[in-house]
């Protein structure tokens, strides 16, 4: 017997239909089942903690990729093997879809699936009122405008030595995971999500010349905020996995590199990533 947590997002399964049927099925077949039933604010910061049972062997996540981040966050400190049940859109994190459902959890009660180490990256940033803002993630860091819309200027560091000063709506620090993300939208490059290599690509770059730049895992990448247009003081949102957000302002930095932390995620399919990638997009 196998303890199965279902963690299941109720902005996409109203009734939670899904997460009965799941629940059924894996107690007919004399599995041990714990429920986690997130609402629809699930991206609020200020959430209390997730406590889960000592003995989980999966966690079942239903929703789409944001639900299957806001999960993986919630397990950095004891990590669970996790999978995703697509009640999304794209799907890019899931891999069981409804149409294939008792099949997959046969598979899983079975043992018949192998698991996958995800990279996460770590943020610090030390603002002038002294405090110390910190966050994981296994998405994406993003550095971005608030207020008015106006190109922001960031410079970027890599390893101590400075790399260029960028105008740009901007920046998106991604992990392999999350090339399939934000990353994506900003005309960034695909990586097989089991890669160990960071990104940064700037968003709608005032330039025609600026792409992504890909780095080691063990680079570190720090980021200046310096003074914008007409020599103004600038005011950043900086986010986690589009949570967790703070601000930041002319004269800080963030420092970003990778965690010694790591996502644990089960692979079912034996598909590969560029497969999968094509099925998603002609879908």
């Not at 995703?84 to 009660?109: H, K, P, S």
């Not at 405090?131 to 890599?158: C, F, H």
């Not at 025609?208 to 720090?222: F, G, M, Q, T, Y």
């Not at 986690?240 to 965690?259: K, L, P, Q, Y």
């Amino acid at each position: 017997m196998k303890h199965f947590l279902i963690y299941s997002n109720q902005y996409k399964d109203p009734e939670l239909e899904v997460t009965g049927r799941i629940r059924q099925y894996l107690e007919q077949k004399g599995q041990k089942v714990s429920l986690q039933i997130v609402t629809k604010d699930w991206k609020e910061t200020q959430r209390p903690e997730t406590v889960f049972p000592e003995d989980l062997d999966v966690m079942l996540v239903l929703g789409g990729d944001g639900t299957v981040l806001q999960a993986a966050r919630e397990t950095i400190r004891r990590p669970i093997p996790l999978i995703g049940v697509n009640l999304g859109t794209l799907g890019f994190m899931t891999q069981i879809e409804l149409g294939n459902l008792e099949t997959a959890i046969d598979r899983l009660i079975a043992g018949d699936y192998r698991e996958e180490s995800r990279m996460l990256l770590q943020g610090s940033a030390a603002l002038q009122n002294g405090e110390i803002r910190d966050g994981l993630a296994l998405n994406d860091v993003v550095i971005s405008r608030t207020g008015p819309l106006r190109i922001i200027s960031l410079k970027i560091y890599v390893n101590g030595l400075f790399l260029h000063e960028y105008q740009a709506d901007g920046m998106i620090i991604t992990t392999p995971t999350g090339s399939t993300g934000y990353n994506l939208s900003a005309g960034g490059p695909l990586v097989e999500p089991g890669a160990k290599l960071m990104m940064l690509t700037p968003i709608c770059p005032h330039s025609l010349n600026h792409r992504s730049i890909i780095l080691s895992p063990e680079d570190e990448v720090e980021i200046e905020i310096p003074m914008g247009r007409e020599e103004k003081p600038q005011e950043l949102a900086v986010s986690f996995d589009g949570a967790n957000s703070f601000t930041m302002r002319t004269g800080e930095r963030i420092v970003i590199r990778r965690s010694q932390e790591s996502a644990r995620f089960i692979q079912l399919s034996r598909v590969s990533f560029l497969e999968t990638l094509h099925q998603k997009m002609n879908s």
